[in-house]
């Protein structure tokens, strides 16, 4: 719509059947384009304007304003720099400029244009936007203090709000305003995108409505929906929304491209992270976790310890991510430092004010005693939330563990078998707990399938030592034996034969009360005969005199 509009301020003489058609038609002024907010036709018209020696009075000035509001900042910055070179330059311009350098990530050039600027109500807005930017406490009160009870100043109020994780903050001001002022739509979205930060997606899908009725087409408001779509639904609704948008955003809006592109990344679970997301890191806030998070689903822990590691996390998500990092990197590595630091963030998100009662808070205490293995503390915080994570195989991993450390193996084991992923079904951590849930509840041949299933390995060998040594305890001395003999095959160590001689007489006894079938003694010997131990014959020999004395065949 916007490009057509500006056809008849660039193009040529008209085709001559289009003549009669335009006839009559002028060409629309500066102050109409900019009221109708059409900035790529009063460029086009300013251009026209400078092209044939009609200089419009602050055309440069105007066409510095019309694409910063395009978000052509590149543009708006040569405009605007060439201003200030000229002798006759307008103070506010500066300013503007600083703006410009604002919205290019440039705040360090966006603050020494601003303080050459003179004192203004948007001087001051952006001086607060700055010190938040640099961590500036004291600058940030000092600007706060300056705002006034008028819209733009509370507007930014609530931007900085927003941008501390202060949302319901942010939301009582959004409110406050749309009270006097119902036809600033737009507030809608911001009202919409702090309960989506506040995990209410559908609240933020019912305000964001009001705004799409009137603005079908508005990049921001598509894909903030398509985003609450993605956390109600799942990715391919959330692409579905997008369809539309990424089939007829115009170049106007390469901003809204960008964090398109970054989205879709997301929606589909990391496909193309690695052509997407590099670029768009420092530039959408949210593109270096989402890589990180890539790289933790790779596998590659310490791609994403590097990426992360000189983050100074400010938002729940970025203490959060660290934590995961780091609990990651110490397992992976065997460090407690790591694993230290992994439970301190874990700690400072899941007791802090805005955290404590949200999901991802709860699931953080959870993640900080399950660190420091207080099993009974993880489960008070895992049971609070467990309904919303029925069918999440990670959820139900760290559940399971939880209720085996505590001793539950009847209820570990259910939710042990509910995980699906083939990934985590062939980690040992899996494989070994659920083993001795299987020991626990009596069902020792299945912890021995288990163990049938594996490869040779360190960790069969690891798993074989679990049920020898469970089995023992648990007085299921045939599996115990079986395992202790394999055992003893793989390592000479004797502590193998005196398991494995203890679970055969184990075995034998179990006979005698009649808890043990009779016809397992035949392999009990057969266990014992594989062993060349002066102990074998002496113990082989009294088992055989009462299988013959019970008419047990051998």
């Given at each position: 719509?916007?490009?057509?509009?500006?056809?008849?301020?660039?193009?040529?003489?008209?085709?001559?059947?289009?003549?009669?058609?335009?006839?009559?038609?002028?060409?629309?002024?500066?102050?109409?384009?900019?009221?109708?907010?059409?900035?790529?036709?009063?460029?086009?018209?300013?251009?026209?304007?400078?092209?044939?020696?009609?200089?419009?009075?602050?055309?440069?000035?105007?066409?510095?304003?019309?694409?910063?509001?395009?978000?052509?900042?590149?543009?708006?910055?040569?405009?605007?720099?060439?201003?200030?070179?000229?002798?006759?330059?307008?103070?506010?311009?500066?300013?503007?400029?600083?703006?410009?350098?604002?919205?290019?990530?440039?705040?360090?050039?966006?603050?020494?244009?601003?303080?050459?600027?003179?004192?203004?109500?948007?001087?001051?807005?952006?001086?607060?936007?700055?010190?938040?930017?640099?961590?500036?406490e004291k600058k940030l009160m000092s600007s706060?203090?300056?705002?006034?009870?008028?819209?733009?100043?509370?507007?930014?109020?609530?931007?900085?709000?927003?941008?501390?994780?202060?949302?319901?903050?942010?939301?009582?001001?959004?409110?406050?305003?749309?009270?006097?002022?119902?036809?600033?739509?737009?507030?809608?979205?911001?009202?919409?995108?702090?309960?989506?930060?506040?995990?209410?997606?559908?609240?933020?899908?019912?305000?964001?409505?009001?705004?799409?009725?009137?603005?079908?087409?508005?990049?921001?408001?598509?894909?903030?929906?398509?985003?609450?779509?993605?956390?109600?639904?799942?990715?391919?609704?959330?692409?579905?929304?997008?369809?539309?948008?990424?089939?007829?955003?115009?170049?106007?809006?390469?901003?809204?491209?960008?964090?398109?592109?970054?989205n879709l990344v997301v929606f589909r679970g990391?496909?193309?992270?690695?052509?997407?997301?590099?670029?768009?890191?420092?530039?959408?806030?949210?593109?270096?976790?989402?890589?990180?998070?890539?790289?933790l689903r790779q596998d590659d822990v310490q791609?994403?310890?590097?990426?992360?590691?000189?983050?100074?996390?400010?938002?729940?998500?970025?203490?959060?991510?660290?934590?995961?990092?780091?609990?990651?990197?110490?397992?992976?590595?065997?460090?407690?430092?790591?694993?230290?630091?992994?439970?301190?963030?874990?700690?400072?998100?899941?007791?802090?004010?805005?955290?404590?009662?949200?999901?991802?808070?709860?699931?953080?205490?959870?993640?900080?005693?399950?660190?420091?293995?207080?099993?009974?503390?993880?489960?008070?915080?895992?049971?609070?939330?467990?309904?919303?994570?029925?069918?999440?195989?990670?959820?139900?991993?760290?559940?399971?563990?939880?209720?085996?450390?505590?001793?539950?193996?009847?209820?570990?084991?259910?939710?042990?078998?509910?995980?699906?992923?083939?990934?985590?079904?062939?980690?040992?951590?899996?494989?070994?707990?659920?083993?001795?849930?299987?020991?626990?509840?009596?069902?020792?041949?299945?912890?021995?399938?288990?163990?049938?299933?594996?490869?040779?390995?360190?960790?069969?060998?690891?798993?074989?030592?679990?049920?020898?040594?469970?089995?023992?305890?648990?007085?299921?001395?045939?599996?115990?034996?079986?395992?202790?003999?394999?055992?003893?095959?793989?390592?000479?160590?004797?502590?193998?034969?005196?398991?494995?001689?203890?679970?055969?007489?184990?075995?034998?006894?179990?006979?005698?009360?009649?808890?043990?079938?009779?016809?397992?003694?035949?392999?009990?010997?057969?266990?014992?005969?594989?062993?060349?131990?002066?102990?074998?014959?002496?113990?082989?020999?009294?088992?055989?005199?009462?299988?013959?004395?019970?008419?047990?065949?051998?």
């Open positions: 719509m916007m490009l057509s509009r500006a056809k008849p301020a660039v193009a040529g003489i008209p085709p001559p059947g289009d003549r009669r058609r335009k006839k009559g038609k002028k060409v629309p002024q500066l102050e109409e384009l900019l009221a109708l907010r059409d900035f790529t036709g009063a460029i086009a018209l300013l251009e026209f304007k400078r092209h044939v020696s009609e200089q419009e009075e602050d055309a440069d000035l105007w066409i510095g304003y019309s694409a910063f509001h395009l978000g052509d900042y590149k543009r708006a910055l040569e405009e605007y720099e060439a201003l200030t070179k000229q002798p006759a330059c307008n103070p506010d311009v500066w300013v503007n400029l600083a703006c410009t350098y604002f919205f290019l990530g440039m705040y360090t050039q966006a603050e020494q244009a601003a303080l050459k600027a003179p004192k203004s109500r948007l001087q001051n807005r952006l001086l607060f936007h700055l010190a938040h930017k640099f961590s500036d706060h203090q300056n705002l006034q009870d008028i819209t733009e100043d509370q507007l930014s109020l609530a931007s900085i709000h927003y941008m501390r994780s202060h949302y319901q903050e942010a939301i009582d001001i959004y409110k406050r305003i749309l009270l006097d002022n119902r036809e600033y739509l737009a507030l809608n979205v911001y009202v919409a995108l702090c309960y989506y930060k506040l995990d209410y997606y559908d609240v933020s899908q019912e305000v964001l409505a009001v705004y799409l009725q009137q603005v079908p087409d508005s990049t921001i408001a598509l894909n903030l929906k398509a985003c609450n779509h993605f956390r109600l639904y799942n990715g391919k609704a959330a692409e579905a929304e997008l369809k539309n948008l990424t089939d007829s955003a115009s170049s106007s809006f390469e901003f809204g491209k960008e964090l398109i592109k970054h990391g496909e193309g992270a690695l052509q997407v997301l590099p670029p768009l890191v420092d530039v959408i806030p949210e593109a270096r976790l989402n890589l990180v998070i890539y790289y791609e994403a310890y590097n990426l992360i590691k000189d983050l100074e996390p400010t938002a729940p998500q970025e203490y959060i991510l660290k934590g995961v990092v780091n609990a990651a990197l110490g397992q992976e590595m065997g460090s407690r430092d790591h694993l230290k630091i992994a439970q301190q963030f874990f700690q400072l998100v899941g007791e802090s004010a805005s955290e404590c009662d949200t999901i991802p808070g709860r699931q953080c205490m959870s993640s900080c005693f399950f660190l420091l293995r207080q099993f009974g503390n993880v489960l008070i915080y895992l049971n609070s939330v467990k309904s919303y994570f029925y069918n999440d195989d990670t959820f139900n991993f760290n559940y399971a563990q939880a209720k085996a450390a505590m001793g539950n193996f009847s209820e570990a084991e259910e939710v042990f078998l509910l995980i699906q992923s083939e990934k985590i079904k062939n980690d040992f951590v899996y494989l070994s707990w659920l083993a001795r849930c299987y020991i626990m509840n009596k069902k020792p041949q299945l912890a021995w399938k288990l163990y049938l299933k594996m490869e040779t390995s360190g960790e069969s060998f690891n798993l074989l030592q679990l049920i020898a040594n469970d089995c023992y305890k648990m007085r299921q001395f045939y599996y115990s034996a079986k395992a202790f003999d394999v055992l003893e095959r793989l390592d000479s160590n004797p502590e193998y034969w005196e398991g494995k001689r203890g679970a055969c007489v184990g075995v034998f006894q179990m006979i005698l009360a009649g808890r043990e079938a009779k016809e397992t003694l035949r392999e009990v010997l057969h266990l014992l005969k594989s062993t060349g131990n002066s102990q074998v014959e002496y113990i082989v020999r009294i088992m055989k005199k009462w299988a013959k004395e019970n008419r047990v065949p051998l």
